[in-house]
Nanobody, 129 residues
Framework: QVHLVESGGGLVQAGGSLRLSCAASGRTFSGKNMGWFRQAPGKERDFVAAIHWSASNTYYADSVKGRFTISGDSAKNTVYLQMNSLKPEDTAVYYC??????????????????????WGQGTQVTVSS
Protein backbone atom coordinates (compact mmCIF):
# COMPACT_ATOMS: atom_id res chain seq x y z
CA GLN A 1 0.00 0.00 0.00
CA VAL A 2 1.27 3.47 -0.93
CA HIS A 3 0.33 6.48 1.15
CA LEU A 4 0.73 10.11 0.17
CA VAL A 5 0.53 12.76 2.86
CA GLU A 6 0.39 16.45 1.97
CA SER A 7 1.22 19.34 4.27
CA GLY A 8 1.89 23.05 4.08
CA GLY A 9 -1.47 24.44 3.05
CA GLY A 10 -3.05 27.45 4.71
CA LEU A 11 -4.36 30.98 4.34
CA VAL A 12 -2.20 33.59 2.64
CA GLN A 13 -2.74 37.04 1.17
CA ALA A 14 -2.51 37.64 -2.55
CA GLY A 15 1.12 38.01 -3.59
CA GLY A 16 2.30 35.75 -0.81
CA SER A 17 3.97 32.34 -0.90
CA LEU A 18 3.38 28.85 0.39
CA ARG A 19 5.34 25.62 0.13
CA LEU A 20 3.48 22.33 -0.06
CA SER A 21 5.11 19.01 0.74
CA CYS A 22 4.03 15.48 -0.10
CA ALA A 23 5.67 12.44 1.42
CA ALA A 24 5.17 9.02 -0.14
CA SER A 25 5.44 5.97 2.07
CA GLY A 26 4.95 2.26 1.67
CA ARG A 27 7.34 -0.60 1.25
CA THR A 28 6.45 -1.12 -2.37
CA PHE A 29 6.72 2.47 -3.57
CA SER A 30 9.49 2.94 -6.11
CA GLY A 31 7.90 5.25 -8.64
CA LYS A 32 9.73 8.15 -10.20
CA ASN A 33 6.82 10.34 -11.21
CA MET A 34 4.84 12.61 -8.90
CA GLY A 35 2.48 15.46 -9.52
CA TRP A 36 0.20 18.09 -8.04
CA PHE A 37 -3.40 18.75 -8.95
CA ARG A 38 -5.93 21.18 -7.50
CA GLN A 39 -9.66 21.35 -7.22
CA ALA A 40 -11.67 24.49 -6.53
CA PRO A 41 -15.29 24.27 -5.31
CA GLY A 42 -17.62 23.21 -8.10
CA LYS A 43 -14.77 22.58 -10.54
CA GLU A 44 -12.85 19.60 -11.82
CA ARG A 45 -9.51 18.50 -10.46
CA ASP A 46 -6.92 20.19 -12.66
CA PHE A 47 -3.26 19.54 -13.30
CA VAL A 48 -0.78 21.92 -11.68
CA ALA A 49 2.73 20.45 -11.98
CA ALA A 50 4.63 17.17 -12.28
CA ILE A 51 8.17 15.87 -12.01
CA HIS A 52 10.18 12.87 -13.09
CA TRP A 53 12.90 12.55 -10.49
CA SER A 54 15.57 10.70 -12.41
CA ALA A 55 15.42 12.92 -15.46
CA SER A 56 14.63 16.04 -13.42
CA ASN A 57 11.99 16.86 -15.99
CA THR A 58 9.24 19.18 -14.83
CA TYR A 59 5.89 20.10 -16.29
CA TYR A 60 3.52 22.95 -15.43
CA ALA A 61 0.07 24.17 -16.20
CA ASP A 62 0.14 27.45 -18.10
CA SER A 63 -1.73 29.16 -15.26
CA VAL A 64 1.12 28.58 -12.78
CA LYS A 65 4.18 28.67 -15.03
CA GLY A 66 6.73 31.15 -13.72
CA ARG A 67 5.09 31.30 -10.28
CA PHE A 68 5.16 27.70 -9.03
CA THR A 69 8.15 25.37 -8.83
CA ILE A 70 8.00 21.62 -8.32
CA SER A 71 10.98 19.79 -6.89
CA GLY A 72 11.67 16.48 -5.26
CA ASP A 73 13.92 14.57 -2.94
CA SER A 74 13.99 11.01 -4.24
CA ALA A 75 15.88 9.77 -1.20
CA LYS A 76 12.99 10.92 0.99
CA ASN A 77 10.25 10.12 -1.55
CA THR A 78 9.04 13.67 -1.05
CA VAL A 79 7.87 16.20 -3.59
CA TYR A 80 7.48 19.93 -2.98
CA LEU A 81 5.48 22.69 -4.61
CA GLN A 82 6.80 26.18 -4.02
CA MET A 83 4.03 28.64 -4.80
CA ASN A 84 4.92 32.32 -5.20
CA SER A 85 2.93 35.35 -6.27
CA LEU A 86 -0.25 33.62 -5.22
CA LYS A 87 -3.56 34.85 -6.59
CA PRO A 88 -7.12 34.41 -5.28
CA GLU A 89 -7.80 32.10 -8.23
CA ASP A 90 -5.17 29.71 -6.85
CA THR A 91 -7.54 28.94 -3.99
CA ALA A 92 -8.29 25.21 -4.05
CA VAL A 93 -7.63 21.90 -2.39
CA TYR A 94 -4.23 20.73 -3.62
CA TYR A 95 -3.68 17.01 -4.14
CA CYS A 96 -0.46 15.10 -4.49
CA UNK A 97 -0.39 12.17 -6.92
CA UNK A 98 2.08 9.43 -7.80
CA UNK A 99 2.66 6.43 -10.02
CA UNK A 100 4.80 3.33 -9.66
CA UNK A 101 6.27 3.68 -13.14
CA UNK A 102 10.02 4.26 -13.38
CA UNK A 103 10.13 5.82 -16.83
CA UNK A 104 8.58 9.15 -17.71
CA UNK A 105 5.43 10.08 -19.59
CA UNK A 106 4.53 12.45 -22.34
CA UNK A 107 3.53 15.97 -21.37
CA UNK A 108 -0.12 15.20 -22.02
CA UNK A 109 0.01 12.06 -19.91
CA UNK A 110 1.38 13.98 -16.93
CA UNK A 111 -1.60 16.32 -17.16
CA UNK A 112 -4.13 13.47 -17.16
CA UNK A 113 -5.58 12.44 -13.79
CA UNK A 114 -5.90 8.84 -14.99
CA UNK A 115 -2.12 8.53 -15.24
CA UNK A 116 -1.78 8.54 -11.47
CA UNK A 117 -2.58 5.53 -9.33
CA UNK A 118 -2.11 7.07 -5.89
CA TRP A 119 -3.56 10.22 -4.36
CA GLY A 120 -3.17 12.10 -1.12
CA GLN A 121 -6.03 13.41 0.98
CA GLY A 122 -5.48 17.01 -0.11
CA THR A 123 -4.48 20.23 1.62
CA GLN A 124 -6.46 23.47 1.48
CA VAL A 125 -4.83 26.59 0.06
CA THR A 126 -6.79 29.83 0.44
CA VAL A 127 -5.56 33.08 -1.06
CA SER A 128 -7.32 36.22 0.13
CA SER A 129 -7.53 39.36 -1.99
Amino acid sequence: QVHLVESGGGLVQAGGSLRLSCAASGRTFSGKNMGWFRQAPGKERDFVAAIHWSASNTYYADSVKGRFTISGDSAKNTVYLQMNSLKPEDTAVYYCAATQRLTGYSSSEYKNRDTYAYWGQGTQVTVSS
